[in-house]
């Protein structure tokens, strides 16, 4: 099944979109830059000097000033530090708040009879959106990613939702070195969350490419799956796409049960910005 899903929150907007640029703002930041899913969408606002800051496709500043870092948005019942980085990331993709709160209802959430907890690991967890939602749903969570700048910003953030004392446990790594890891020792997840990039680079220069990358790593993850689990996997890649992945998860597993749906942000008139996609699975 397949459908499309959006976003309107009120401490994040999509302002305008268009000529390969998005005009979002952040809390009290709005934010002009690139946008290549907007590349053949026209504007409907004809001012968008309202930006506090513009960035090019590097992350550099064409006008206006970096705002003091960080500063916060609540989204999804999760609090998040911004703070413009590299390529013009601030450390938050708001189209993934119709995935936390999912999250946060799954139905592990509130089963205290379960001893111990449910497991859940969480792969290329950058800022650790999935992994403050699972926390807040009761799993014990390893928040894997193999920039440890990026590790210890989603610490940051885990203290300021007050989840300093939460059992999760933080790794700079590889995933693919790290799933393989896991099942040797035998270890099981009965959640798994992977947001991978199209391209990108381990802590030990190991590159990542999603094209050829994703399906093995993907035959690990069913390996590490307890009997009834269930993944949520998310990208913008073009290659796999959507369709071909859906596809391969049925040929790997046929009784796993797959919901398919592309992400979007949705400005006020009610347009739609296409902002990749999203397949959950369940065995």
Request: charged share 25%; proline share 6%; aromatic share 10%.
């Amino acid at each position: 099944m397949s459908n499309q899903l959006g976003i309107v929150n009120e401490q994040y907007e999509l302002v305008d979109f268009g000529g390969g640029r998005k005009l979002e703002r952040f809390g009290h930041v709005v934010l002009d830059r690139p946008s290549p899913a907007a590349l053949d969408q026209p504007r409907k606002l004809r001012d968008w000097s309202v930006a506090n800051l513009k960035l090019d496709d590097r992350g550099e500043v064409l006008l206006g000033a970096k705002p003091v870092d960080p500063w916060q948005v609540h989204i999804a019942n999760i609090t998040f530090n911004l703070r413009v980085t590299p390529f013009g990331h601030v450390g938050l993709f708001p189209e993934q708040e119709v995935n936390w709160k999912w999250l946060q209802a799954f139905k592990f959430a509130g089963e205290q009879a379960m001893q111990p907890r449910p497991q859940a690991l969480n792969l290329f967890a950058y800022t650790g959106g999935s992994t403050m939602a699972l926390a807040k749903a009761g799993f014990e969570v390893v928040h894997v990613d193999a920039s440890a700048p990026s590790v210890r910003w989603a610490r940051e953030n885990a203290e300021v939702n007050q989840l300093n004392d939460h059992p999760i446990r933080w790794i700079v790594e590889d995933a693919r070195k790290f799933a393989a890891r896991e099942i040797k020792r035998g270890r099981r997840y009965d959640f798994i969350v992977l947001d991978p990039p199209s391209f990108g680079h381990g802590p030990g220069g190991d590159r990542w490419e999603i094209a050829s990358d994703l399906f093995p790593l993907l035959e690990d993850c069913l390996q590490l799956l307890s009997d009834g689990g269930g993944w949520l996997l998310t990208a913008h890649s073009t290659s796999p796409t959507l369709d071909e992945i859906t596809e391969w998860i049925q040929h790997a597993h046929r009784e796993c049960k797959i919901v398919s749906n592309r992400l979007a942000l949705v400005d006020a008139p009610g347009r739609k910005l296409d902002s990749g996609f999203s397949v959950r699975c369940f065995l």
